[in-house]
């Protein structure tokens, strides 16, 4: 099983990333994806989720309204679009897959998921 992260870098508050996160084709397909972030110093935390088939999503209230979840089975990919970044989301961004069926829930949980990806790291300036 392999999840591989990219797309992070350092950015200037109020500025925009995206994460990318390719899979392979049996854990994709079968799997709701998430991404976790953890700040040095910090607890694990759940970001964003995706059901298998890109219908449900679920949002941490701290990037309601800025991140946005998506995910391209065509490709493998599940990505993490960020805008209007603020210092306090400066983290390493993990991706994760949920051996789940289709109608399972999304979960907040790290322990939830049974896939995990190496990090990448987002750096937010004020």
């Known amino acids: 099983v392999q999840l591989q992260a990219s797309g992070g870098g350092s950015v200037q508050a109020g500025g925009s990333l995206r994460l990318s996160c390719a899979a392979s084709?049996?854990?994709?397909?079968?799997?709701?994806m998430g991404w976790f972030r953890q700040a040095p110093g910090k607890e694990r935390e759940f970001v964003a989720a995706?059901?298998?088939?890109?219908?449900?999503?679920a949002y941490a209230d701290s990037v309601k309204g800025r991140f946005t979840i998506s995910r391209d089975n065509a490709k493998n990919t599940v990505y993490l679009q960020m805008n209007s970044l603020k210092p306090e989301d400066t983290a390493a961004y993990y991706c994760?897959?949920?051996?789940?069926?289709?109608?399972?829930?999304?979960?907040?949980?790290?322990?939830?998921?049974?896939?995990w990806g190496r990090g990448t790291l987002v750096t937010v300036s004020s």
């Open positions: 994760a897959a949920d051996w789940a069926i289709s109608s399972a829930p999304l979960h907040d949980t790290s322990s939830q998921y049974d896939f």
């Open positions: 084709v049996r854990t994709f397909s079968r799997s709701h």
């Open positions: 995706i059901s298998r088939g890109g219908g449900r999503t």
